[in-house]
Antibody
Framework: EVQVVESGGGLVKPGGSLRLSCAAS????????MSWVRQAPGKGLEWVAR??????????DYAVPVKGRFTISRDDSKNTLYLQMSSLKTEDTAMYFC??????????WGQGALVTVSS | EIVLTQSPGTLSLSPGERATLSCRAS???????LAWYQQKPGQAPRLLIS???SRTTGIPDRFSGSGSGTDFTLTISRLEPEDFAVYYC??????????FGQGTKLEIK
């Protein structure tokens, strides 16, 4: 059974930092491209960041609004994905979903981690 | 950046009716890189269709996808009560790699 479980969400002040984790199981994590997708309250879906598998170079890509502030990484020995978020802004308030990709689609999703940026 | 525009914003239909949801791209999208998702309140999105027309395992055959170039369609042939949700299209491109449409809310009339 596939499981994707996010953790690390919470309340943080503007300018602060937070690290999200995503524990995955039930599929071959090491061969899977992984992404973070977020959804602001009452809004649509927004892709945030992607990391390819190490066999495909392990390269990363970021959406323009988070580039330079967020860092996506992976620990294949732990089947875990991370999102380090710094210089957080109020507009980063959202549910953050960890997703496993399959042929450029978001195939498996976690239930999300809520990040609230507020003073 | 490829912008996806979904229409209508809200679609009000009754169970048993046919639903047709549109996704229009600002530039041509390879059919292999167009997907549809369903999201219910309080839940994560669920992949329905990939490659514009291929149903994901376990998705009922009343869901079908079609289209090419800049115009894509998700059709639900006969609506069941559990189909009322928000639907998003998504494409894979170059920069940024992925974009979503703004969503179509399918509500019970």
């Amino acid at each position: 059974e596939v499981q994707v479980v996010e953790s690390g969400g919470g309340l943080v002040k503007p300018g602060g930092s937070l690290r999200l984790s995503c524990a995955a199981s039930g599929f071959t994590f090491t061969e899977t491209w992984m992404s973070w997708v977020r959804q602001a309250p009452g809004k649509g879906l927004e892709w945030v960041a992607r990391i390819k598998s190490k066999t495909d170079g392990g390269t990363t890509d970021y959406a323009v609004p988070v580039k330079g502030r967020f860092t996506i990484s992976r620990d294949d020995s732990k089947n875990t994905l991370y999102l380090q978020m710094s210089s957080l802004k109020t507009e980063d308030t959202a549910m953050y979903f960890c997703t496993a990709e399959n042929w450029y689609t978001f195939y498996y999703w976690g239930q999300g981690a809520l990040v609230t940026v507020s003073s | 950046e490829i912008v996806l525009t979904q229409s209508p914003g809200t679609l009000s239909l009754s169970p048993g009716e046919r639903a047709t949801l549109s996704c229009r791209a600002s530039q041509s999208v390879s059919s292999g890189y167009l997907a549809w998702y369903q999201q219910k309140p309080g839940q994560a999105p669920r992949l329905l269709i990939s490659g514009a027309s291929s149903r994901t395992t376990g998705i009922p055959d009343r869901f079908s996808g079609s289209g090419s170039g800049t115009d894509f369609t998700l059709t639900i042939s006969r609506l069941e009560p559990e189909d009322f949700a928000v639907y998003y299209c998504q494409q894979y491109g170059s920069s940024p790699p992925y974009t979503f449409g703004q969503g179509t809310k399918l509500e019970i009339k």
